[in-house]
């Protein structure tokens, strides 16, 4: 990967973790598409997650994903073989659905569970980027492509940067207040002593 490449993935990554609290080993959900798109180039897909995402990953797959693959015959049972190396993630689908649909089900309205999700679907990616604070990662001519933030997650990090220059105001109320400044001090006016040129010194 190029240099400049890592540098932006490296700062992309960086603000999933400050504003979303995302953190290592990242959770990738890996589809169908993907599998198969790793098994036609010969990739090492965790290894190639882990360059683009800057850091160690755990690849995921659902029942749903791994479903799809099932259906599409013989042909496709290395892409099934790489998907059983993964660890599974419970959609709680009793009868498989999609997995466009599975995984937008998983990630949800918030990705609370912050995933990333590695997909080829066009579809898919569409629906996620409505969604703040999800990392999208997609095959480009054999070459991986972690995508720039949405413009819902760049919302999303203006309000919490907003947020943290300008407390709210129950937030504001616990602040200490500043101490009153002290007047200050007068001098106190009394007799004075007799000037010590004037008293004749004692013989």
């Known amino acids: 990967m190029r240099q400049k ?30 599998c198969k798109e790793a098994v036609s180039h010969k ?6 997650l882990g360059v683009v ?15 799809e693959l099932y259906l599409q015959g013989k042909e496709q049972q290395p892409a099934v073989d ?4 993964f660890e599974r993630r419970k959609c709680n689908h009793r009868e ?12 949800g309205e918030t990705n609370k569970h ?18 703040p604070g999800v990392p999208i990662v997609h095959m480009n001519r054999s070459v991986m492509i972690l995508e720039p933030p949405s413009d819902a997650t760049l919302r999303v990090k203006a309000l919490e940067e907003e947020k943290a220059l300008h407390p709210a105001p129950p937030e504001a ?3 200490p207040a500043p ?3 002290e007047p200050p001090k007068k001098k106190k006016k009394g007799p004075k002593g007799p000037n010590p040129l004037s008293v004749k010194k004692k013989k």
């Open 5 to 34: 490449r890592a540098k932006a993935y490296r700062k992309l990554m960086s603000l999933y973790s400050l504003s979303f609290g995302f953190r290592q080993p990242y959770q990738v959900l890996v589809d169908s598409h993907m």
């Open 43 to 48: 990739i090492e897909l965790v290894k190639q």
């Open 53 to 67: 995402l800057q850091g160690t990953v755990k690849p995921m797959i659902t029942q749903c994903c791994i479903h």
């Open 82 to 85: 790489l998907a059983k190396t």
């Open 96 to 107: 498989a659905i999609p997995g466009e649909d599975c995984l937008a089900s998983v990630v």
């Open 114 to 131: 912050r995933y990333v999700i590695a997909t080829q679907s066009q579809e898919l990616r569409q629906r996620l980027r409505a969604i």
């Open 173 to 175: 109320a616990k602040l």
């Open 179 to 181: 101490a009153p400044a």
